[in-house]
């Protein structure tokens, strides 16, 4: 009996010695899940702006170069930059977009764009607008005029001369040349301009009219003599003066007989 309660005191000793170097072993550490790395977009190159679904954007572009703000409106309100969406999208031979600056819109005359009827803002952003991609060695070879989105013709002409240094642009009512490139590839090319290309169609109508000349004063007529007519009593007197002449010389002569006789 005494073995087996100095037994059952061991075994109970025993527990509580694995129950304390149990207790004293730290808990192992939760397993965490592998970091995910998340890799960030290829930065957009200094010439190109970033466009959703592989879409060149315009606008992005002239809002990164700056000094384009009125322009960009223009493209916004006219509806015309979706339009560039769907070409740059679809066309295969590009596009060159002449993009006035904001001090080129100072230079009009104020109130100007505020006159223009939607159409017109809409025609007069077209103008601006080449169907064709042209990098700058082209412009010695193009033909003019160049016809624009706007159309062309008589009352939209848009005429360019390259010189070794320089690109002109005329339009018939405005005159300028590319003071350099916003945007190049082989789809898209963007000049700045220093003026807005006004065309004849819309602006060449809007003018005042000339003042009417002046009618050439009219030379004095050259005064005709007029004809002699004897009147009636101008011929009673002179055939009076006649008679009495007649009178006054046979009167004389025959006092002149009387006098010889005498003698």
């Known amino acids: 009996m005494k073995q087996q309660l100095i037994s059952s005191f061991s075994m109970f000793i025993l527990f509580l010695h694995c129950a304390n170097t149990f207790a004293q072993i730290p808990a192992a550490a939760p397993a965490q899940a592998p970091a995910v790395v998340v890799a960030s977009p290829p930065a957009a190159t200094p010439t190109q702006a970033a466009a959703p679904h592989g879409i060149t954007n315009v606008t992005k572009i002239l809002e990164k170069a700056g000094h384009f703000?009125?322009?960009?409106?223009?493209?916004?309100?006219?509806?015309?930059?979706?339009?560039?969406?769907?070409?740059?999208?679809?066309?295969?031979?590009?596009?060159?977009?002449?993009?006035?600056?904001?001090?080129?819109?100072?230079?009009?005359?104020?109130?100007?764009?505020?006159?223009?009827?939607?159409?017109?803002?809409?025609e007069l952003v077209k103008f601006h607008v080449v169907p064709t991609f042209l990098s700058t060695s082209q412009f010695q070879t193009v033909s003019n005029p160049l016809g624009t989105w706007a159309g062309t013709g008589n009352r939209l002409p848009l005429n360019v001369t390259s010189y070794p240094n320089s690109v002109n642009i005329t339009t018939g009512l405005t005159n300028t040349s590319l003071s350099g490139a916003v945007y190049t590839?082989?789809?898209?090319?963007?000049?700045?301009?220093?003026?807005?290309?006004?065309?004849?169609?819309?602006?060449?109508?809007?003018?005042?009219?000339?003042?009417?000349?002046?009618?050439?004063?009219?030379?004095?007529?050259?005064?005709?003599?007029?004809?002699?007519?004897?009147?009636?009593?101008?011929?009673v007197d002179i055939s009076s003066a006649l008679i009495f002449t007649h009178n006054l010389l046979v009167g004389s002569a025959g006092l002149l007989a009387s006098a010889m006789f005498s003698l």
Not at 77 to 85: K, V
Request: net charge negative.
């Open 185 to 235: 590839d082989n789809q898209l090319a963007i000049y700045k301009i220093e003026k807005v290309l006004l065309p004849k169609d819309i602006f060449a109508s809007n003018a005042p009219a000339p003042a009417p000349l002046a009618p050439a004063p009219e030379k004095p007529a050259k005064a005709v003599p007029a004809a002699t007519v004897e009147s009636p009593a101008a011929s």
């Open 69 to 122: 703000t009125i322009f960009i409106r223009l493209l916004r309100s006219t509806q015309e930059e979706n339009h560039l969406f769907s070409a740059l999208n679809d066309s295969s031979t590009g596009l060159t977009i002449f993009a006035p600056t904001d001090s080129a819109f100072s230079e009009l005359k104020s109130g100007t764009l505020n006159t223009l009827s939607d159409g017109d803002k809409s």
